[in-house]
């Protein structure tokens, strides 16, 4: 082989022997070493340096040295790469003693003589085949079990409000740095108001705070922004960045997904309700199966899985769609990976990771847990706004008395009866009354439903003369439910929901017998009962599986049970008729009406939508694949997690998708994992400093950015875990601390010392994110719209095309002015104005924007229609407040914008433009100043 074709296949061997230690004395001095010792120490140095490259299906160059008979046969050329006894015919030998082998870092004399005495020695193997040895776990320091380390001990004038201070003070000692004064009272407030809530404060809330002279004030503004919903609209644009959330499918045709936005929404609730971080991973990766089965934007929180693109053309060959549906896996591979643990475990799809210790097998057995997530949409009972569930609960309360008089008006059960006197059996509600009786427990015994169907039950409810109102049956009560049996394999339908106040198809009952089945309610203490409500689904989706032959038994003793009503006396159940019977008085008629029409309210309200949050199917095997590839499937590979990672999982290898989601979820969230903890509480001291204390957020490997603070970053993780994974807790740490709260201005000292501010000697001012900006701009000109949830609004042109254009809207209209986290966010299109501030396409996770300064932005802020009217609206507002002075109107122009006054010169400056310009001039120019742009 010639020298120049064999330099490919040489670069790693060369590479692993630059790390090799030289021997004392050099390879002559060791003429006497036995064969043995040197297989067994070139042998170990192949396994763990040289075999990422040169070793299975994705060899490099054809090298394969894995065997000492596939080294002989060398690489691509056929020719050996070496020659056993023969050193000088080696082509190794020859580029490592020119000094080429490995390039630009040249092996000491002695390392060259060592591979020349092996090769001399015949170049024998210890053992073969050679595998190629995972790199120690304890190696990565973010592999390691979170420690909770003692704050630094500081004298009492370094001026630490809380341990954070401590570590860094502790730092900045060691660094001969001192800390930054702390800001101005507006600064802070301008600052923790666009960190928190993303808007400017209002010139009324910086008066408000900078009169507040309690010792407190501070703190009791950080509380209440963290209790604005304009908080969750904040962060949770942050998380959607690092989710990759788009609204289109991305690919050539870039569909829109137009009932993606649940999952955004869920994101902004989970943040101002302060979800435990542990239950967020959940509700992400198991779904309802986490959370509360009937919540809808809980069933949208899987949206995190398949948030990414989607090629939705589809492939006819058989390789094609293989190949597809492994990029869709390897798309929920990386994202879950990268944003929960910081590891880049996709670069193992085709390859034992080159840097960190992931084996190929990990990455398959990952794909392996989420091997049932499929793309697409699935039904939910109801997608609703806030102000729909309000107006859900308000529905619920009237028709709740509504059916309380009605059942006041109910004929008495006859069990005994032979002919029809009370209305067929509905899949809504049926009303068995009957005398008073003192029960211990209530049964209802199906015998037959209408389809021969296992039947179905939603609730059980129970009540008495005395509290007519209240539900004894349910499980707030006290009263416990069991059942003949229950459905297997389904969570929406087991012996639980017959009592939890729940009513729906989603939380019902089914047993396993066709056609049969009993449903027992025990109180809590005997009861005086006298009437039994149930229903197959009170929401009115649902109305198979209804029991039409059923008696209703109450346990007066134990094991002694009494029917008091049946359907013997009810008129023979018609799919599709009437269950009226009889005329109605003109009061039952009326709340039968009021009745009918509340129903049907809450039916539109609850009408079951489709979202786009995957669907979850019976897992196919899943196979290690050679190099990637679909067509080449090698051994079955178990759900599992991380081998190097504690604590580690196994499932069987028929375990159903939700078990495998469920059981992936537990381990994210599992507090022994060190690696979730220290990934968010990274992200964000991250969004808070504009940079991590790791500065990779979304890769804690070997590639990685060592930890600026070390000890700091652990004791936040021990203390955000300690805290019941609470984010608000983390950011009350950070925004409490004197270290948040430095100015930002500059000093000689700083900037030769530590220009870059790693170790935080003051605040680092930053540029707001697209979103924050077009949001301050229509909160300064008053006309944002600060309504939350629901469709996304759309700034593009409808369109029908097969494949899907955006065009933009030549004019905006009120109907846009939400806040921009609300706005259609389709793959591969920015917003026209301010996508050119770095505003990320969606097309892969996101963990850290841009902040670059571009033509095109001052262009975007100057030129652009959409500033341009805003500023007019700013303008009108300035003057429909301050009155007809132009003085008065400078300053509250000033005000509104920059949250100040103007300085005298600033003052003069204003006055003139408005004079010879106008308002919209001055409104132009401060939306375009770095203050109003910027978190001071």
């Given at each position: 082989?010639?020298?120049?074709g064999?330099?490919?296949?040489l670069?790693?061997?060369?590479?692993i022997l630059?790390?090799?230690?030289?021997?004392?004395?050099?390879a002559?001095?060791?003429?006497?070493?036995?064969?043995?010792?040197?297989?067994?120490?070139?042998?170990?140095?192949?396994?763990?340096r040289?075999?990422?490259?040169?070793?299975?299906?994705?060899?490099?160059g054809?090298?394969?040295?894995?065997?000492?008979a596939?080294?002989?046969?060398?690489g691509a050329?056929?020719?050996?790469?070496?020659?056993?006894?023969?050193?000088?015919?080696?082509?190794?030998?020859?580029?490592?003693?020119?000094?080429e082998?490995?390039?630009?870092?040249?092996l000491?004399?002695?390392?060259?003589?060592?591979?020349?005495a092996?090769?001399?020695?015949?170049?024998?193997?210890?053992?073969?085949?050679?595998?190629k040895?995972?790199?120690?776990?304890?190696?990565l320091?973010?592999?390691?079990?979170?420690?909770?380390?003692?704050?630094?001990?500081?004298?009492?004038?370094?001026?630490?409000?809380?341990p954070?201070d401590?570590f860094?003070?502790?730092r900045l000692?060691?660094a001969?740095?001192?800390?930054?004064?702390?800001a101005?009272?507006?600064?802070?407030?301008?600052?923790?108001?666009?960190?928190?809530?993303?808007?400017?404060p209002?010139p009324?809330?910086?008066?408000t705070?900078?009169?507040?002279?309690?010792?407190?004030?501070?703190?009791?503004?950080v509380e209440?922004?963290l209790?604005?919903?304009?908080?969750?609209?904040?962060?949770?644009?942050?998380w959607?960045?690092?989710?990759?959330?788009?609204?289109?499918h991305g690919?050539?045709?870039?569909?829109?997904?137009y009932?993606?936005?649940?999952?955004?929404d869920?994101?902004?609730?989970?943040?101002?309700?302060d979800?435990?971080?542990?239950?967020?991973?959940?509700?992400?990766?198991?779904?309802?199966g986490a959370?509360?089965?009937?919540?809808?934007?809980?069933?949208?929180?899987t949206?995190?899985?398949?948030?990414?693109?989607?090629?939705?053309v589809?492939n006819?060959?058989?390789?094609?769609?293989?190949?597809?549906?492994m990029?869709d896996?390897?798309?929920?591979?990386?994202?879950?990976?990268?944003?929960?643990l910081?590891?880049?475990v996709?670069?193992?799809?085709?390859?034992?990771?080159?840097?960190d210790?992931?084996?190929?097998?990990?990455?398959?057995?990952?794909?392996?847990?989420?091997?049932?997530?499929?793309?697409?949409?699935?039904?939910v009972?109801a997608?609703?706004?806030?102000?729909?569930?309000?107006?859900?609960?308000?529905?619920k309360?009237?028709?709740?008395?509504?059916?309380?008089?009605?059942?006041?008006?109910?004929?008495?059960?006859?069990?005994?009866?032979?002919?029809p006197?009370?209305?067929m059996?509905?899949p809504?509600?049926?009303?068995?009354?009957f005398?008073?009786v003192?029960?211990?427990?209530?049964?209802?015994?199906?015998?037959?439903?209408?389809?021969?169907?296992?039947?179905?039950?939603d609730?059980?409810?129970?009540?008495?003369?005395?509290?007519?109102?209240?539900?004894?049956?349910?499980?707030s009560?006290?009263?416990?439910?069991?059942?003949?049996?229950e459905?297997?394999g389904?969570p929406?339908?087991?012996?639980?929901?017959?009592?939890d106040?729940?009513?729906?198809?989603?939380?019902?009952w089914?047993?396993?017998?066709?056609?049969?089945?009993?449903?027992?309610?025990?109180?809590?203490?005997?009861?005086v009962?006298d009437?039994?409500?149930w229903?197959?689904?009170?929401?009115?989706v649902?109305?198979?599986?209804?029991?039409?032959d059923?008696?209703?038994?109450?346990?007066?003793?134990?094991?002694?049970?009494?029917?008091?009503?049946?359907?013997?006396?009810r008129?023979?159940?018609?799919?599709?008729?009437?269950?009226?019977?009889?005329?109605?008085?003109?009061e039952?008629?009326?709340?039968?009406?009021?009745?009918?029409?509340?129903?049907?309210?809450?039916?539109?309200?609850?009408?079951p939508?489709t979202?786009?949050?995957?669907?979850?199917?019976?897992?196919?095997?899943t196979?290690?694949?050679?190099?990637?590839?679909?067509?080449?499937?090698?051994?079955?590979?178990?759900?599992?997690?991380?081998t190097?990672?504690?604590?580690?999982?196994?499932?069987?290898?028929?375990?159903?998708d939700?078990?495998?989601?469920?059981?992936?979820a537990?381990?994210?969230?599992?507090?022994?994992?060190?690696?979730?903890?220290?990934?968010?509480?990274n992200?964000?001291?991250?969004?808070?400093?504009?940079?991590?204390?790791?500065?990779?957020?979304?890769?804690?490997?070997a590639?990685a950015?060592?930890?600026?603070?070390?000890?700091?970053?652990?004791?936040?993780?021990?203390?955000f875990?300690?805290?019941?994974?609470?984010?608000?807790?983390?950011?009350?740490?950070?925004?409490?601390s004197a270290t948040?709260?430095?100015?930002?201005?500059a000093?000689p000292?700083?900037?030769?010392?530590?220009?870059?501010?790693?170790?935080?000697?003051?605040?680092?001012p930053?540029?707001?994110?697209?979103e924050?900006?077009?949001?301050?701009?229509?909160?300064?000109?008053g006309?944002?719209?600060?309504?939350?949830?629901?469709?996304?609004?759309?700034?593009?042109?409808?369109?029908t095309n097969?494949?899907a254009?955006?065009?933009?809207?030549?004019?905006?209209?009120?109907?846009?002015f939400?806040?921009?986290?609300?706005q259609?966010?389709?793959?591969g299109?920015?917003d026209?104005?301010?996508g050119?501030?770095?505003?990320?396409d969606a097309?892969?996770?996101?963990?850290?924007?841009?902040?670059?300064?571009?033509?095109?932005?001052?262009l975007?802020?100057?030129?652009s229609?959409?500033?341009?009217?805003?500023?007019?609206?700013?303008?009108?507002?300035?003057?429909q407040?301050?009155g007809?002075d132009?003085?008065?109107?400078?300053?509250?122009?000033?005000?509104?914008?920059?949250?100040?006054?103007?300085?005298?010169?600033?003052?003069?400056?204003?006055?003139?433009?408005?004079?010879t310009?106008?308002p919209?001039?001055?409104?132009?120019?401060?939306?375009?100043?770095?203050?109003?742009?910027?978190?001071?």
């Open positions: 082989m010639g020298p120049e064999l330099r490919a296949q670069v790693a061997f060369a590479l630059g790390a090799w230690p030289a021997w004392a004395g050099g002559q001095g060791e003429k006497g070493q036995d064969a043995a010792r040197l297989a067994g120490e070139v042998s170990a140095l192949l396994e763990t040289c075999l990422v490259c040169h070793a299975g299906a994705g060899k490099k054809g090298l394969d040295l894995s065997t000492r596939f080294a002989l046969e060398g050329s056929g020719e050996p790469a070496l020659v056993p006894g023969d050193p000088g015919s080696s082509v190794v030998i020859e580029k490592l003693a020119a000094g082998m490995p390039p630009r870092n040249p000491p004399r002695a390392q060259v003589e060592l591979v020349r092996w090769i001399a020695a015949g170049a024998p193997y210890a053992h073969e085949p050679l595998r040895a995972v790199p120690a776990r304890s190696a320091w973010s592999l390691r079990p979170i420690a909770r380390p003692q704050p630094p001990v500081l004298a009492a004038a370094a001026g630490a409000r809380n954070i401590a860094v003070r502790d000692k060691k001969q740095l001192d800390p930054t004064p702390e101005d009272r507006r600064t802070l407030i301008r600052r923790l108001t666009l960190d928190l809530t993303g808007l400017p209002t009324e809330e910086i008066d705070f900078l009169r507040d002279q309690a010792i407190d004030a501070y703190e009791r503004l209440r922004l209790a604005s919903p304009r908080y969750g609209e904040r962060w949770g644009r942050h959607l960045d690092v989710a990759r959330f788009g609204e289109s690919y050539e045709t870039n569909m829109p997904r009932n993606a936005w649940p999952y955004r869920y994101v902004i609730r989970a943040f101002n309700q979800v435990p971080y542990s239950r967020f991973i959940e509700d992400q990766i198991a779904g309802a959370g509360d089965p009937l919540d809808p934007l809980s069933l949208a929180a949206g995190f899985l398949v948030a990414g693109t989607h090629d939705g589809g006819a060959t058989r390789e094609g769609m293989l190949q597809q549906r990029d896996l390897d798309d929920m591979i990386a994202a879950t990976c990268s944003t929960f910081g590891l880049s996709q670069c193992a799809r085709c390859h034992d990771h080159k840097f210790p992931i084996p190929q097998r990990d990455y398959y057995a990952i794909q392996a847990l989420l091997a049932g997530v499929q793309h697409g949409e699935r039904e009972s997608v609703s706004r806030p102000d729909d569930a309000e107006r859900l609960e308000r529905i309360a009237e028709l709740g008395r509504v059916e309380l008089a009605l059942d006041q008006s109910e004929p008495l059960a006859d069990p005994a009866a032979s002919t006197s009370r209305v059996a509905s809504l509600r049926n009303v068995e009354r005398r008073p003192r029960a211990r427990a209530v049964r209802l015994r199906v015998l037959a439903t209408a389809d021969g169907l296992e039947p179905c039950l609730e059980i409810e129970a009540s008495g003369p005395d509290l007519p109102g209240l539900n004894l049956a349910s499980k009560q006290g009263a416990r439910a069991t059942a003949s049996s459905y297997e389904n929406r339908h087991r012996i639980v929901h017959l009592n106040d729940r009513l729906s198809n989603e939380r019902s089914i047993p396993r017998e066709a056609g049969k089945g009993w449903a027992r309610i025990a109180f809590k203490t005997p009861v009962i009437r039994v409500v229903g197959r689904d009170r929401t009115g649902y109305r198979d599986r209804l029991a039409v059923y008696r209703v038994e109450v346990e007066t003793e134990p094991g002694r049970f009494v029917v008091v009503a049946s359907s013997a006396d008129a023979p159940y018609r799919a599709g008729a009437t269950s009226s019977a009889r005329p109605e008085p003109p039952r008629a009326a709340l039968l009406a009021r009745q009918a029409a509340l129903r049907e309210r809450l039916l539109a309200l609850s009408k939508q979202i786009y949050a995957g669907m979850f199917t019976s897992p196919e095997p196979h290690l694949l050679a190099r990637g590839d679909p067509m080449q499937p090698g051994d079955l590979v178990a759900p599992a997690s991380l190097s990672v504690e604590p580690r999982i196994t499932l069987r290898a028929d375990a159903p939700q078990d495998r989601r469920r059981a992936l537990q381990w994210l969230a599992d507090p022994a994992n060190p690696l979730p903890a220290r990934v968010l509480v992200r964000v001291w991250q969004y808070h400093f504009g940079a991590g204390l790791v500065a990779t957020p979304n890769d804690f490997g590639l950015a060592p930890p600026s603070h070390p000890e700091l970053l652990d004791w936040l993780a021990s203390q875990i300690a805290s019941g994974w609470s984010i608000k807790h983390l950011q009350r740490l950070i925004v409490l948040y709260r430095q100015a930002s201005a000093n000292n700083g900037l030769a010392r530590d220009a870059q501010n790693v170790l935080l000697w003051r605040f680092a930053r540029r707001l994110e697209a924050a900006i077009r949001d301050a701009i229509l909160a300064a000109s006309e944002l719209d600060s309504r939350m949830g629901g469709p996304s609004y759309s700034i593009w042109i409808p369109n097969y494949v254009t955006y065009e933009p809207r030549p004019r905006l209209d009120a109907s846009t939400r806040r921009m986290v609300y259609l966010r389709p793959r299109r920015l026209t104005v301010f050119v501030f770095d505003c990320p097309a892969q996770t996101v963990p850290r924007r841009l902040a670059s300064t571009t033509a095109a932005q001052a975007a802020m100057w030129n229609a959409f500033v341009l009217e805003r500023a007019r609206a700013l303008a009108a507002r300035a003057r407040e301050s007809p132009p003085g008065a109107l400078v300053e509250r122009v000033f005000a509104l914008v920059l949250g100040r006054a103007p300085s005298d010169r600033e003052r003069e400056a204003a006055l003139a433009l408005v004079h310009v106008s919209e001039a001055l409104a132009r120019v401060l939306y375009n100043a770095n203050e109003f742009l910027t978190i001071p």
